[in-house]
């Protein structure tokens, strides 16, 4: 299984930061890479696909980047609804994983 | 736009099986764009993905459920299920159904709201 690693676990931001989350796949995955944000009880939702493709409807805001092995999402500036967990993901093959997830927390 | 929906026994005794069905709105499970999968989510947060299944009936599962699973799918009825045969408390967790768009890059485009599944005598 190609394992994928983020970090930090979980950061502090304020309203107005710009932060960055990254990824690591255990291997060359190409860009099959997609991010996904979750809201406490909601299911996760898309952000990212194929690295750097904003989902439909996502705001502006939010930019992914990277290639192989090493990805970023970053969040411009961040606003009240961005606080949430999130989670990479590797689509490249089967069995599909995740990363372990960063929490993004108020300071 | 598609609406998946999770629906079954929140409550599942040890060695029994757990079934749940995901039942797709506002679109075609037969439509050849998509995989449909479930994946879980334990109490510690962490998501693993358990497989997926073609309108055509095609499976892949994750080795890791050690053959215990299997994905079924209802194009007639617009909706697929899961079974995961003899449960344990480790197999506590949400269930979600989702869609994984497989034309584009198989991201996980849509999802259900998740059903909380407990293994409890």
């Known amino acids: 299984d190609i394992q994928m690693t983020q970090s930090p676990s979980s950061l502090s931001a304020s309203v107005g930061d710009r932060v960055i989350i990254t990824c690591r796949a255990s291997?060359?995955?190409?860009?099959?890479l997609n991010w996904y944000q979750q809201k406490p009880g909601k299911a996760p939702t898309l952000l990212i696909y194929a690295a750097s493709s904003l989902q439909s409807g996502v705001p502006s805001r939010f930019a992914g980047s990277g290639f192989e092995t090493h990805f970023t999402l970053t969040i411009s500036s961040v606003q009240p609804a961005d606080f949430a967990t999130y989670y990479c993901?590797?689509?490249?093959?089967?069995?599909?994983?995740f990363g372990q997830g960063t929490t993004l927390e108020i300071k | 736009q598609v609406q998946l929906r999770e629906s079954g026994p929140g409550l599942v005794k040890p060695a029994q099986t757990l079934s749940l069905t995901c039942t797709v709105s506002?679109?075609?499970?037969?439509?050849?764009?998509?995989?449909w999968t479930w994946i879980r989510q334990f109490p510690g947060k962490g998501l693993e993905w358990l497989g997926h299944?073609?309108?055509?009936?095609?499976?892949y599962y994750n080795p890791s459920l050690k053959n215990r699973i299997s994905i079924s799918i209802d194009t007639s009825e617009n909706h697929f299920s899961l079974k995961l045969t003899s449960v344990t408390a480790a197999d506590t967790a949400i269930y979600f159904c989702a869609r994984d768009y497989y034309y584009d890059n198989n991201q996980l485009d849509s999802w259900g709201q998740g059903t909380l599944v407990i293994v409890s005598s």
């Open positions: 506002g679109g075609s499970i037969a439509n050849p764009a998509y995989y």
């Open positions: 291997q060359d995955i190409s860009n099959f």
């Open positions: 299944i073609y309108y055509a009936g095609s499976t």
């Open positions: 993901q590797q689509s490249y093959s089967t069995p599909r994983t």
